[in-house]
Structure formats: structure tokens, C-alpha cells
């Protein structure tokens, strides 16, 4: 049942234009090239423009354009709306590649176009993933120089890539939707059948998302691109084009003066810049050296839980935290005095060599008191000598005494 209404939602969703405005030929040299009557494409006398034929996984083949730009630092990867190919969106690829300095990457869905197959929303998000896969096989572009543009239902297949993306540079999207059923019934939850469930996706994207939504759509309302931009990790400053419609936002001057300072901002993005925001939303901070910044309750070096005493319940030293605790009581031993005690007083453990970290086993189970590597050996608390070479033992923590051995020895 929710697949056959999940079919009867995707033929209210998909529009394609019919018949298409245009068509794909190869010419002698075997390079493609796209033909129209209607609305004619300098393709061959366009060398920036290149047209491909994209295999899928699902076994359709799509038509693509890339454009390129010899200034160009970022990449565009366009998924347009649901009424439109790219005969129709050729002028508008070669405005934003020139205006917003970008290399542009735009394509048709199954069914759209020249390209094979139905439309539908599983086609879609194949149908990006194989673009994006021909990106960086045959162009060399990383997660980290695209950005996704998504318009109306291309808002669908953008946040289906960018949520596998950690790495993106950013997202636009254009008039966007929650979710599919929302657009038609507008309800507040969501059903199995619902198709393009982007109220759950865009909490998924990691980097900055640019929002541009009509004020007086009447296909898509507002609400959907708020909604979205609210729920973002990490929102851009929106644009709200007052009186703009669903289909005619291009024409207003905001909307290409705002996408040219997203472009530029987003071009401006470095690496130590990039990370500083992760730690942020991940709530890590830099580590302080003072020690008025370090609270009572965490480490000072990680965000640790630090172990209290059984006894006493009091938290290990606040200057150093760098004390050895018992592995089996999970305890920090802590003198009075000099903020340090040599052995659990629970199970005799003892700390490890100060030079090669070797710890010294109990004197209950055939402790020995020296490394085998350095040749160190505990000292008595009291006289600070070594502990006895004939018996390898630790006297003054067995019970007898230094000065009594010594009488004896002698």
C-alpha cells in the first residue's frame, strides 16, 4: 500500500517537459553535443561546455553539462526543479558561472530530458550520486570545493548527498521543501509513504546551508524553506525575497548579490576555520593554562569524569590531574600532605618507573623491585634508600622496619 501511494505521490511531483527541449548527438570527432530548435545552444563553438552521458546505479543514463570557468575555485552541482531540463536552464548555468565564478555542473533526472528511464525519488538520489562520482573521477573535484544547489524537488536529491557528505563546503537551497506530503496536505508529521523527507535530512548536513525562499510562493509556502533554515546545524543568513514566487526568484537583484557573498565567504573558508566550527558544535573548547579555568569536577587536560576517593569523596588534585590511579579501585591516592602516596592502601599498587613506565608488581605476589631496563627501584618513604638486594623486598611496606634489617644485616 505505501509503495503504490508512493508512486501515485511521484507522478504529482515529477513534471518533466514534453517533449524535451532538446536532444543529444555525437558528432565525428565522438565528442556530444546538445541540439535545439527551439532554443538554440552554442555548444559547438563553446569550449568550456562539455555534455555526458552518466551511467547509474540503477541503470539509466543521464545527460549533464559542465561548464567551466578559468577563475573558478568552487564547484556547482545544480539540481533543478521539477518542471524544467537543461535546454531551459542553459542561459541561467552560463549567468551563475560567470557571475558567481564557479565551474557548474548541472543535469537531468531519469525521464527529464534526454535522459532514460522514469522519474522517481529512488532514481534521483542515484541520479546525484552518479554525478557527484563523475565529479571527482573525471574532474579531480573534492567534497571540499563543491557546493550542492537544490530548487523546489532538486531540494530532495541535495540533501540526500549532502547528509553522506561530512566534508562539504556548503548548500543552497531554492525554494526548497520539508518533505513531500507536507507541500500538499501541510501536516506536521511524517508517513512512511512520504516521499523527499528532508525534515529529517537537514539536521544531518555539517556545513554552512544558504536558504532563499519566496515571500509569496504559492506552490511551495515559506514555511518550508524556514523551517529548514531553522533546523539547520549551521544556518547562513537567509534570504526572504519579498513578493518573489516560486519560479522567478532569479530575477530579483537580492538573490544574485546574496549568492555572490555566499560563494565568497564560502570560498574565504579555511581548514583551522572549518574545524573551529566542528569543535564548536561538538561543545570542545580550547585548553586553558590557568588553573582558575578548571572546574572542580573535570580533568584539566580531557573532559574526563575524575575519580573521587571511596572514603572521602573528594576530587584528585585540581593542578595536575596526572596522577596515576589504582587500575582496580579506579582510585587517586592522595596525601594530605604533598598531594601524593606511593601505593592503593586497597590493593598495594604502586606507580610505574618515572623513566620507562614499568610498574613494579605487589610484594603479596613475588614483587620485584627493580626495572629490568633502567635498574630503579622504589625508595623507602622514610630513609629513602632502596629497598633490600638479598630479599627484593620493600620493608617498610611489608612491616619491618629499615633500621631493625640494617642491624640485622650488620
Known sequence: MGCM??????????????????????????RLVAVSSSMPIPLADDSSLDVLLIDTKRGNKIVAFYLRNPYARLTL???HGNAADLGQLYDLFVQLKVNLRVNLMGYDYSGYGASTGKPSESNTYADIEAVYECLETEYGVSQEDLILYGQSVGSGP????????????????????????????????????????????????????LVIHGTEDDVVNWL??????KMAREPYEPLWIKGGGHCNLEIYPDYIRHLCRFIQEMENITTATRLKKIRESLGL????????????????????RRPKCPACWKPSCPKCCCRPKCPKCCWRPKCPKCCWRPKCLKCCWRPKCPKCCWRPRCPKCCWRPKCTKCFWRPKCPECSRPSCIKCFSWRCFVGACCGSEEKQNG
Open 77 to 79: 552541482l545544480y539540481s
Open 158 to 209: 541535495t540533501l540526500h548527498l549532502a547528509a553522506q557528505l561530512p566534508r562539504l563546503r556548503g548548500v543552497v537551497l531554492h525554494s526548497a521543501i520539508l518533505s513531500g506530503l507536507r507541500v500538499l496536505c501541510h501536516v506536521k508529521f511524517t508517513l512512511c509513504f512520504d516521499i523527499y523527507k528532508n525534515v529529517n535530512k537537514i539536521r544531518k548536513v555539517k556545513c554552512p546551508v
Open 224 to 229: 518550508h524553506g524556514n523551517g529548514l533554515w
Open 285 to 304: 573548547h580550547k585548553r586553558s593554562n590557568t588553573s582558575t579555568a578548571i572546574s572542580t569536577k573535570w580533568c584539566c587536560r580531557i573532559k574526563l
Open 5 to 30: 501511494v508512493s508512486r501515485l505521490a511521484a507522478k504529482f511531483a515529477f513534471f518533466p517537459p514534453s517533449p524535451a527541449t532538446y536532444q543529444v548527438k555525437k558528432r565525428d570527432d565522438g
